[in-house]
């Protein structure tokens, strides 16, 4: 084959979906030999509702994948100290590796962000609305107007 395929199959669908959800970027995914331009999965996903809802679905799963990457990169910590030797290669001691802990926390808050993109619901920030206390649920008043009107005047006075 020649080029880049251009016309929409359900085989190159399948194989696109797959990896993505397995937490594969796009831009990774098109940029190999056999696979389409972006370009032309952004253009099929505007054109098959079937593909669009497939691609969805894939989203949502490359979040629980970026999840699990979360918990590996978390939980590796064999990159964190630096071996400290003298002249005659000898060790005497270690250091924190403060480069790779900086990298591992931006990874993890890249991938926290994307997930919580790709899948709100289940990874986004909660936003929680209380009441004046801090505690229970936001109380609303229903005001008539002329009581609305008198509490938006006395709020434009300044309270007098």
């Not at 497939?54 to 949502?60: D, I, L, N, P, S």
């Not at 790779?100 to 289940?122: D, H, T």
């Amino acid at each position: 084959m020649t080029g880049r395929p251009t016309i929409f199959t359900q085989e190159l669908a399948d194989k696109i979906c797959e990896r993505l959800a397995d937490g594969e970027s796009l831009r990774t995914i098109c940029s190999e030999d056999g696979m389409p331009a972006r370009s032309s999965v952004f253009k099929w996903l505007g054109e098959s509702a079937g593909f669009s809802d497939q691609y969805a679905r894939a989203r949502t799963a490359q979040a629980d994948a970026i999840f699990d990457d979360i918990l590996e990169i978390a939980d590796d910590g064999s990159n964190d100290w630096i071996e400290r030797t003298n002249s005659d290669g000898e060790n005497i001691g270690w250091r924190e590796n403060g480069e790779a802990l900086r990298r591992s926390q931006l990874r993890v808050e890249a991938r926290k962000w994307m997930a919580g993109k790709l899948a709100p619901k289940k990874y986004g920030e909660k936003t929680q609305l209380t009441g004046a206390d801090g505690e229970g649920p936001v109380q609303i008043e229903d005001l008539g107007s002329y009581d609305l009107a008198r509490k938006i005047a006395f709020a434009l006075s300044g309270g007098k």
